[in-house]
């Protein structure tokens, strides 16, 4: 198995040293499980790899607090995407200049949250949004520190959906604006321009297109000598398939550090940091056979887990107990969402299973409880953390029940 953390023992999968057969006859499915140990180790791989460099974690991965807490005294800064995010940031212990305020659409209302927390960075894609920070921090008698996010017009080798540096993306400012803006910095006097910012997209499959964006930012950033800073944002990827070739991070490293020697860097992990590290946990409630077609109907559902249907993403599934004797069959594995693209896995090989088995939906770390919603009103799962002992477990987030599904309305 490529998820470290996650391993069969006696017939039974483990993480780290709990059998995740205890947690789900617990806590019930579906249930997210998440090692902190992995966490921790991905972070230390990571800053190792990157020596010298910033490492701020993409809370939009996964904002747990437990994990955001575990990281924050683990030595990272935050990445966040909205004030929401700097706020769980905030609560979860991070210094304020050690966070970094990204986002293509930052509200007013945002920007001065973010000015009145004294957080480190605005990382900022529009002319007008400086104008509008300037005139803020103005008023509040501040200055803002801002890297301006440069779309360098490279097309990343990844999903479409998760590709940002292309031309036609919303994301980023071009040479020219960028240009425009630091050649008359002088009229927003209440800016600090320090950085510039580039990230091409998630998921990159190699470092071609990664090193052109980051030379054409340092290329741009040696005409202006107040940028002292360049952001590389994050990209680092992670198999979600045993035999799914990508270049590890010391090859992101090695091919990108001596690009910016000079300069301060910055780095925006968040996939790399906590996909592996997660698995969601579901259980079988049904089979049916139907049209020459083997379903698993699951307890889980694009609700809980999104990624397959929005991105057609592939995630290994393996049960919790391991058969020597159980036939390989093809199925589909389903979920109970009324929806034709609630499926988390088409024409897969599986052990056999029947209801109330339960499964692992590995590498299920990022990019999952995020997104998860209430679809169908169906209450949100839990979270579980396995401590960085790896003897421990405890809920770091509980199920939703009904009534919190009619918490937020009001009474007619």
């Known amino acids: 198995m490529h998820n470290q953390p996650f391993r069969y023992s006696d017939g039974r999968l483990h993480c780290d040293g709990i059998a995740l057969s205890a947690i789900a006859a617990q806590v ?62 905030l609560l979860a212990g991070a210094a304020p200049e050690n966070i970094v305020f990204a986002g293509v659409g930052k509200t007013p209302h945002e920007l001065y949250y973010a000015l009145e927390q004294n957080i480190g960075w605005f990382n900022v894609e529009n002319a007008r949004e400086c104008e509008l920070i300037d005139r803020m921090a103005g008023v509040a008698g501040k200055r803002a520190r801002i890297a301006l996010r440069f779309n360098p017009g490279v097309t990343a080798n990844t999903h479409p959906h998760i590709a940002t540096g292309h031309g036609g993306a919303k994301f980023g400012l071009t040479e020219a604006a960028i240009r425009a803006l630091l050649d ?15 990230h091409i997209g998630s998921q990159l499959h190699d470092t071609t297109a990664t090193v052109a964006a980051v030379r054409a930012a340092r290329d741009l950033a040696q005409a202006y000598p107040s940028i002292t800073t360049i952001d590389i944002g994050g990209g680092l990827p992670v198999p ?93 594995i389903v979920g109970p969402v009324c929806e034709t693209t609630d499926v988390f896995a088409r024409d897969r090989e599986l ?29 949100r799962p839990a979270e579980v953390a396995v401590a960085p002992n790896g003897e421990s477990w405890y809920v770091v987030r509980r199920r939703e029940t009904w009534q919190d599904l009619v918490a937020h309305e009001l009474s007619l």
Do not use: W
């Open 28 to 89: 019930g499915t579906p249930v997210y499980v998440y090692s902190l140990r992995r966490v921790l180790d991905n972070f230390h791989r990571i800053a190792a790899a990157f020596t010298g460099a910033h490492i701020h974690y993409s809370a939009k991965a996964n904002g747990n607090l437990a994990l955001l807490q575990l990281l924050t005294y683990a030595g990272a800064g935050m990445d966040c995407v909205s004030a929401g995010e700097i706020y769980r940031a």
């Open 240 to 332: 979600y398939s045993a035999d799914e070739a990508l270049p590890d991070i010391e090859q992101f490293a090695a091919d990108i550090l001596p690009l910016l020697a000079g300069y301060e860097v910055i780095l925006e992990p968040g996939r790399a940091i906590i996909a592996d590290a997660g698995v969601l946990l579901t259980r079988v409630i049904y089979r049916k056979a139907q049209g020459g077609v083997e379903f698993v109907i699951v307890d889980a559902g694009m609700n809980d887990l999104m990624r397959p249907a929005l991105y057609d993403a592939h995630h290994d599934i393996i049960p919790l107990h391991q058969r020597a004797d159980a036939p390989l069959e093809r199925v589909q």
């Open 184 to 198: 008359h910095a002088a009229d927003l006097p209440n800016l600090d321009f320090a950085g510039l910012h580039v």
């Open 351 to 379: 052990p056999h299973v029947e209801p109330d088995d339960a499964l692992a939906i590995l590498t299920a770390g990022a990019y999952g409880m995020v997104m998860a919603s209430q679809y169908n009103a169906r209450p």
